[in-house]
């Protein structure tokens, strides 16, 4: 048996760990090796290209626990705010989120490779869904504000510009996972394309839509708090201001919202796939 799979070449030999037989693939340390040989060499070119001052950065550390510590000593004098805030933020991931789920919805049917024939069209919006996702969100709120104006109603556009494009892709892969013989069955039955996509493809996909649209609903989230900091509306404007004016108190009750609100979420989405999904 040894010998075969020294023959072979692709398994070393066995090796007993803990009482278990563990056999490895010959070269995979190898891979290891030549992967975390790669990861130092660009963080040490990275290192070198931000010139670091690391004296200056042990010496500040300390002042990084004092402020943690101002945080702490919650401040709920200005909490009616903050509240308000902090359900302008929430408002903007909900609408945010929906707008672009429905849009990528509506993208991703013209995307999928075994619902649209034309690959000019399909390669078409695989580009147009790159181009809007290599662009951070923030810069696509900047160009709302340019345009709207101060408020939520940018947040709202800037969201939908990034997440619109991530589930425009999402969605395009999950349609594309339906076999093509299911597709091919329906056709040969005279069903209309959109009969199949609303009868077969989307049911089909439904797992993994709402999967996608959870995950993407938090990371909404975490960046409706941070683009409020530039402007677009909610908490995130609150804990900036707080910030600025040193009111590390308010800051923290502000921040502790964020976070009780991304756990809740994380949660009830995490119990909804393994229940559901």
């Known amino acids: 048996m040894e010998n075969t799979l ?3 070449g ?6 007993l760990v803990n009482g278990r037989l563990r056999v490895a693939k010959a070269g995979q340390d190898r891979e290891v090796r030549l992967f975390l040989a790669a990861v130092t060499v660009v963080s040490i070119v990275a290192l070198y290209y931000l010139q670091l001052d690391w004296l200056k950065l042990l010496t500040r550390l300390p002042d990084l626990g004092k402020t943690f510590g101002l945080l702490a000593l919650l401040d709920f004098h200005e909490f009616g705010l903050t509240l308000e805030a902090f359900m302008q933020t929430v408002a903007i991931t909900v609408l945010a989120t929906i707008y672009s789920v429905v849009v990528g919805l509506v993208l991703a049917a013209f995307g999928a490779r075994n619902l649209m024939k034309n690959k000019f069209v399909t390669y078409g919006l695989s ?3 790159t181009f809007l996702r290599a662009v951070p969100t923030p ?17 709202i556009v800037g969201l939908c510009v990034h997440a619109t494009a991530f589930f425009g892709r999402a969605f395009t892969q999950s349609f594309e996972d339906v076999p093509n013989e299911v597709i091919e069955a329906l056709e ?8 199949i996509f609303l009868s077969a493809v989307l049911p089909a996909a439904a797992s993994q839509i709402m ?3 959870g995950l993407r609903f938090e990371i909404n989230f975490s960046e409706s708090a941070i683009l409020g900091m530039i402007g677009a509306g909610g ?4 804990i900036a201001n707080n910030i600025q004016a040193y009111q590390f108190g308010a800051a923290g009750v502000a921040i502790l919202l964020v976070f009780v609100f991304a756990y809740c979420v994380e949660l009830t989405f995490t119990t909804i796939k393994k229940n559901y999904i």
């Open 6 to 8: 020294t023959q072979a």
């Open 10 to 15: 692709s398994l070393q030999k066995p090796e």
């Open 127 to 129: 580009a147009f869904f």
């Open 139 to 155: 810069v696509w709120v900047l160009l709302a504000l340019v345009c709207i104006g101060l408020g939520p109603a940018a947040g």
């Open 188 to 195: 040969a039955t005279g069903a209309s394309k959109l009969h």
């Open 211 to 213: 999967a996608w649209t």
């Open 235 to 238: 908490i995130g404007f609150a």
